[in-house]
């Protein structure tokens, strides 16, 4: 029977080439819609975790109550022998220590008083040790100008801040800050480069530092604000990131203590888990949507085609055939038509191609 039906489908013109083409332009525009959102999705959430947040984040619970706020005076303290603890415990993650804080940042003339002042958000990291966070913030294709630091004491300053309080490469400046544990710190620092990465809330006032060098004008020898992990496959998994976060918390995590280190998964922080949720379920409704729309325009099309087809259901309805038997013989064109008109290489039943031929002959 299926013999039969696929033979009477193609040897008629008009049963199929105009259903195919719908067919393959809607496949073609919804996979274009869908695989951009999800690019875009995937694009956001490297650029989010890089920056900021990482694939899991392990800070204070304190600090997690204002994670906003990044109070570095309430950072992890000696954290080296639980850091290689973590280490082993997770090898799929790669883990990095950062700190982020705010500064005032001063600007000599030539006499040494200030000429110029303005408020910087700083992140320090592992320069120097290791060149894996430069490559993850891809601080070699931000620089704008100078060079990227080679010493203790040089650091790198956006470059709208750069311009705006006229400060050239190879600058003397002074980051003011409070340490750890109130006091006020100043430390000379060397602008190597400058950098532009694209977001406007780093480009308009951002200093890179090394975490070395930032550990000691904060006062915070072997500490760190924030933990960062990265899964090694450079891609965030919401389930292993799940998992790992609610072991992390059990085995580690104290309620009792403020100061206790606790796992923020990517999508705990701010409003990201908000904006994935909403992403996902957007990008559902508007396939469902937009396979009922195509699957109206496929029933109209089949409405005229059937206009042709009187004769042809009178004759199987009068020598004895159900009309049961006719409507699935009916949606079995269409899952051939279906078929005809997916992606090469997409699975039959899984992909938008069948589902807009059924819910056309459903209608």
């Known amino acids: 029977m299926f013999k039969f039906l696929l033979k009477g489908v193609f040897r008629d013109r008009h049963r199929w080439l105009f259903p195919v083409l719908i067919v393959m332009f809607a496949v073609a525009l919804l996979i274009f819609t869908f695989s951009f959102l999800e690019g875009y999705k995937g694009s956001y959430i490297r650029q989010t975790a890089r920056f900021n947040t990482g694939h899991l984040k392990v800070v204070s619970r304190a600090y997690a109550e204002m994670l906003d706020l990044k109070p570095y005076d309430l950072a992890l303290l000696d954290i080296s022998e639980e850091l290689q603890e973590y280490k082993q415990r997770y090898p799929q993650l790669d883990w990095v220590e950062r700190i982020n804080f705010g500064a005032l940042l001063d600007v ?9 002042q303005g408020e910087v958000i700083g992140f320090a990291i592992d320069l120097f040790t290791d060149d894996t966070e430069s490559k993850r913030l891809q601080l070699a294709s931000a620089l704008k100008s100078g060079k990227l630091p080679a010493a203790q004491r040089e650091i ?6 750069a311009e705006k309080l006229e400060i050239q490469v190879g600058d003397t400046i002074t980051l003011i800050g409070s340490t750890v544990f109130g006091a006020m710190s100043m430390q000379n620092f060397l602008v190597s480069g400058t ?16 975490l070395n060098d930032i550990r000691m004008m904060l006062d915070m020898e072997d500490s760190a604000g924030e933990i960062l992990a990265f899964f ?9 990131a799940t998992r790992i976060a609610n072991d992390f918390n059990a085995r580690y995590s104290d309620p009792e203590d403020e100061f206790s280190p606790q796992m923020l998964r990517l999508s705990d922080q701010g409003n990201i888990g908000y904006i994935l949720t909403m992403l996902d379920y957007s ?27 009187y004769g042809e259901f009178g004759v199987r309805l009068a020598i004895g055939e159900s009309k049961r038997r006719v409507y699935w013989s009916l949606l079995t064109e269409a899952i051939i038509v279906g078929h005809r008109g997916r992606i090469p290489g997409e699975s039959s039943w899984a992909r938008p191609s069948v589902c807009i031929s059924i819910t056309s002959a459903w209608i």
């Open 108 to 116: 000599p003339d030539a006499e040494g008083e200030t000429r110029v």
């Open 156 to 161: 790198l300053l956006s470059a709208i801040a």
């Open 195 to 210: 950098v532009e990465f694209g977001i406007l809330s780093l480009d308009q006032g951002a200093v890179v530092a090394d």
């Open 232 to 240: 090694k496959s450079g891609e965030y998994e919401r389930r292993e």
């Open 283 to 309: 990008v559902l409704w508007m396939s469902i949507g937009f396979i009922l729309v195509l699957g109206i325009v496929l029933w109209n099309a089949g409405l005229l085609n059937s206009i042709r087809r």
